[in-house]
């Protein structure tokens, strides 16, 4: 496929190259991890968000999660500061809007007070979520040029 | 018990803050299905995983769950392309380029503490504040002022990360700038969870319990008494002058202390809210600027009699997802226009309505809330949207909220009074309505338990003022309890073991149980039959 190039806000800048996991739907933070929330699973985050079709059931540890924003319960900052200290959290957070407020508290506390940091990129715009699927090879740089393809 | 089965207890709503964006039961939103879910994205997704998961089966609820209400698909499915932040301001049309450059601007103070001058817990939390602020395009930190409120109340293990960060603030002699107030706990282990099956569940559900009540009371929470979602009644005491900032979360909490008070502050997550207490400070953007106060809708209650007060909030979150709407028209069911601890429920129902069916974080009403008086229609934005909200309307409404009951024609079981918690009034309301209701039919005791969710210092407030009353509504099989009721509603398993009823928008909103009008609700009540028309 051609490469496609897109440039949005590094909040939390870095360099990564990978393949995309992508969730054409928002992206419930709370619902995608209640296996790692809840039953103990400490080796790989399988989605359990029943209503989102792309992601349900799939490995989400250490991936390049390109979406639109995040829902859900506004505990949802702790959900992912949860899983990043077990070890099964993202590499990276792709998101086509501007960051939500849920993300961006755990994202940001957990990349300050626990040195863990998921690269966070926003404002892609929608071109970038239609233009991206997973699987889909993706190079994201520091100053948040994400190239796809 | 094997882990497998405990997982299946587990309390969902461990998750559910009696805040914003909540997980529900299955079927219980009209806002998505798995089935529209699967309609509005791509192909269902296949069970092979990208990265290899090493296992662990999607619990059984997993299944049975739906997102959120504010899972941006609208009532067909479809993703509705609303770009919410949540924080009550909307940044639909922000560009990668111009919040790139954004910088917050330091006092040399605040400079001083972010290179360690409190300490590094300190720069640390100053470090969180300034990136969360340059993300939202805060133009710089504002002093906070009144008492903060925090919605940080689950003990449950996912929150350990956080709990353990505000640990080391307490450790490090960090204190909220004033004593606080937070949401109630999500359990009553006397009055309401009093028993072997619902005690496993709050005791391994909340295993972190003990530990974030007393980092709430190391950081200056102590006082379990005023644990309130209603923070703002007289009893509990937390409403700060008109105009001050705080940096609250809980969304009901928020929409009112806005609204009503005329406080200024964001839609806070979990977390957010509490370094904001520790820093004394909060990110000056969207719900606390003057322009981020206007209204972008206009609201025209037209009903022929007095709306429903959780159906109007409910068509509203709906409609204006994230922005401020004024009403106009409701302003002759508060005489003299007044907000008082006799009316307030009306607008803490509205409210809560829309700020959990949509994230409303303010809203305006003409002649009665504080800007709505002093700036009325001047609150418009250009372009403004009109919503037109009439009988009619409010019949569409009410068709949309399904009976969610597994066994749709059983009898009720419970009846949940007062999400958010009930203020002094409404207690003394609801014990008037149902044991005068008991004493027409001749009856001593009410058929189905009713709880009556309010701070413990609203009850001692009633059994201090009216204690025959309050006597009486014991006697009769009411329960007033400090506990969040909308958590107990979403535990695993509730819905199979009530058919609940509630006066509560919120309490539908987020779980299986129905909503009815207050008449109505004393009529199940009393005879513990669901009338012909429900």
Known sequence: MAKKTFKGRPILPGKLEGEALVSKLPFNLTGS????????NTKSAPCTDANNPDLFKKDMKGAILCTSQCVGSTM???????????????????????????????????DVWYDR???????????????VNTGDPISIHEDGTVEVG | MKRREFVKMIPLTALVPASGALLSIAGCSESATPDKATQAGKAAAPAASVGGSEGGTVPDFAADMLTSDMNGLGPDGKPTGQSATFTGASKANATAEEAAKHQMKLTAEEQAILDGKKGP????????????????????????????????????????????????????????????????????????????????????????????DWVHARLGA???????????????????????????????????????????????????????????????FGLMTDEGRQAKWLVDVKTSKTPDWGVLGT???????????????IAKYFEGGEVTEDNLHLLKAMGSASAASGSVGLYHVEGVTPE???????????????????????????????????????????????????????????????????????????????????????????????????????????????????????????SDRNRGVTNSAKTRNYSTIRYFPDQTLVDIIVTGKMPKSA
């Open chain 1, 76 to 110: 949802g900052a702790g959900a992912l500061m949860g899983v990043s200290e077990m070890g099964v959290g993202l590499k990276a957070f792709l998101f086509s809007h501007h960051i939500d407020s849920i993300a961006a508290g755990g994202l940001i506390i957990d």
């Open chain 2, 315 to 329: 068509a509203v979150g709906r409609k204006v997802v994230e922005d401020v709407p004024l009403y106009t028209g």
């Open chain 1, 33 to 40: 991890y209640f296996e790692n929330m809840f039953a103990g």
């Open chain 2, 372 to 494: 709505g008086k002093s700036k009325g229609r001047k609150l418009l934005v250009e372009g403004y949207q009109t919503y037109v909200y009439d009988d009619a309307e409010e019949q569409k409404i009410i068709k949309t909220f399904g009976n969610l009951w597994p066994e749709k024609d059983g009898d009720p079981t419970a009846a949940f009074i007062g999400c958010p918690h009930n203020t002094y009034h409404e207690m003394k309301k609801w014990g008037k309505l149902v044991t005068e209701g008991l004493d027409k039919a001749g009856k001593e005791k009410t058929a189905i338990p009713v709880y009556m969710f309010c701070a413990d210092v609203v009850r001692s407030r009633l059994i201090e003022e009216e204690s025959e009353l309050a006597g009486k509504m014991l006697r009769s099989g009411m329960v007033a309890t400090p506990m969040c009721g909308v958590t107990w509603a979403g535990t695993k398993g509730f």
């Open chain 2, 121 to 212: 817990e300190m720069a640390k939390l100053m470090k969180i504040q300034v990136v969360f602020g340059n993300t939202f395009g805060a133009e710089k930190l504002v002093d906070l002022g009144g008492s903060p409120h925090s919605n940080l109340y689950p003990g449950a293990p996912y929150l350990g990360s956080m709990i353990k960060m505000l640990d080391e603030c307490a450790k490090a002699g960090l204190k909220s700038y004033a004593p606080y107030t937070v949401n109630p706990r999500p359990y009553d282990a006397y009055k309401v969870q009093n028993n072997e099956k619902e005690m496993q569940i709050i005791y391994e559900g909340y295993p972190l319990q003990m530990d974030l």
């Open chain 1, 117 to 131: 940091r998921v690269i966070t990129i926003d404002l892609l715009g929608d071109e970038f979520l239609e233009a």
């Open chain 2, 222 to 284: 102590p006082e379990l008494t005023k644990r309130s979602c209603a923070c703002y009644v007289k009893e509990v005491g937390n409403a700060p002058e008109p105009g001050t900032y705080v940096a609250w979360a809980e969304s009901s909490a928020v929409n009112y202390g806005n609204s009503v008070l005329g406080i200024r502050t964001n839609r806070n997550g979990a977390g957010i809210d509490l370094i904001c207490a520790l820093t004394a400070k909060a990110p000056f």
